[in-house]
Every structure is written in C-alpha cells, then in structure tokens.
Nanobody, 127 residues
Framework: QLQLVESGGGLVQPGGSLSLSCAAS????????IGWFRQAPGKEREGVAC????????KYADSMQDRFTISRDNAKNVVYLQMNSLKPADTGVYYC????????????????????WGKGTLVTVSS
C-alpha cells in the first residue's frame, strides 16, 4: 500500500528557510511524479511544485519559482522541498502527492488529479 509521509515543518521567522521531506513506502518513487501542495487557513489548497519521475522535469507556482526548489533522491525514496526567503503568506499545511504521470500535477491547481496523498506537515512563518 502506497504511503507518503511528510516531515520537516515547523515554526520559522520571515526570511528563514525550511526543508521538507516526503518519504514513500509501498512504492518506488521513481515510478511516480510527485507534487507539493499547501493549504493556508481558510483558503483552498494550492499547488507549489512538481517533479517528474526521473527528476529532470520540474515546475513551480509562479509565486514560488525563485524561492522554492523541489528535488528527489530516488535511492532514498524521498522528495524534498527546499523553501527559502519564507514569508508569513507561506504559512500552511504542506502536502506531498503522487501520481503516475507528471501531467497530473497541474499548476496552478489544487492537486485533485493526484491520487495519493500524505497527511501533511505544518509550516508556520511568523516572528
């Protein structure tokens, strides 16, 4: 059974950095595309970044293009999201999701086409 587990969230000051991890079990990550999504309080879930099976293809939401980096280590079965220059508007629960095809990870979008989801990790950006 495919399971995704996010980690690395926490409290960080504005301008700081965090690195999130998405670890998979029950599947080899290089068989799926992975997306990071987030949901701020009272807002709809939104896409952050996507990475293809081999890691060569990536895409980002416009507002995160220059601050966030998605990467994967297939040997460790982990996908990462490095977040720099964090802003209070980046606060929310961050989820990773898996899908068989890179094109299922639609940006901008809410990730509804991605069939597998983790439970999320909370990121709070506040002074």
């Amino acid at each position: 059974q495919l399971q995704l587990v996010e980690s690395g969230g926490g409290l960080v000051q504005p301008g700081g950095s965090l690195s999130l991890s998405c670890a998979a079990s029950g599947i080899t990550l290089d068989d799926v595309a992975i997306g990071w999504f987030r949901q701020a309080p009272g807002k709809e879930r939104e896409g952050v970044a996507c990475i293809g099976k081999s890691g060569g293809a990536t895409k980002y939401a416009d507002s995160m293009q220059d601050r966030f980096t998605i990467s994967r280590d297939n040997a460790k079965n982990v996908v990462y999201l490095q977040m720099n220059s964090l802003k209070p508007a980046d606060t929310g629960v961050y989820y990773c999701a898996a899908g068989e095809l890179f094109r299922l990870c639609i940006l901008p979008g809410n990730g509804n086409a991605m069939p597998y989801w983790g439970k999320g990790t909370l990121v709070t950006v506040s002074s």
